[in-house]
């Protein structure tokens, strides 16, 4: 199993900047498989935000092109990071860390993004 522990999560007015961590620890393999943000907006699905593969490739969701860069370090436990600018009331939710393409079927406990002025 792995450990996932993400913050850096907070509240921001709109046009604002934030840096999300992601600590992950564990089995190698599994935090090897780390790779990806993911949200949930009260009374939404969770969704993919953006997803990094092992050459580099990062993949984003429509709603956050251009604004938002994940990036990744092959450290013992901090792997995940996203930089999220111009942030905007819709980018409200709980963001996690998990496995990509598909994520483990447990989360951590997400950080709370909230875009309000």
């Known amino acids: 199993q792995v450990q996932l522990v993400e913050s850096g999560g907070g509240l921001v007015q709109p046009g604002g900047s934030l840096r999300l961590s992601c600590a992950a620890s564990?089995?190698?393999?599994?935090?090897?498989?780390?790779r990806a943000w993911y949200r949930q907006a009260p009374g939404k699905q969770r969704e993919l935000v953006a997803a990094?593969?092992?050459?580099?490739?990062?993949?984003y969701a429509d709603s956050v092109k251009g604004r938002f860069t994940i990036s990744r370090e092959n450290a013992k436990n901090t792997v995940l990071y996203l930089q999220m600018n111009n942030l905007k009331p819709d980018d409200t939710a709980v963001y996690y860390c998990?496995?990509?393409?598909?994520?483990?079927?447990?989360w951590g406990q997400g950080t709370q993004v909230t875009v309000s002025s």
């Open positions: 998990n496995s990509y393409p598909k994520p483990y079927d447990y």
């Open positions: 564990g089995s190698f393999f599994r935090v090897l498989a780390v």
């Open positions: 990094i593969t092992d050459g580099g490739t990062t993949n």
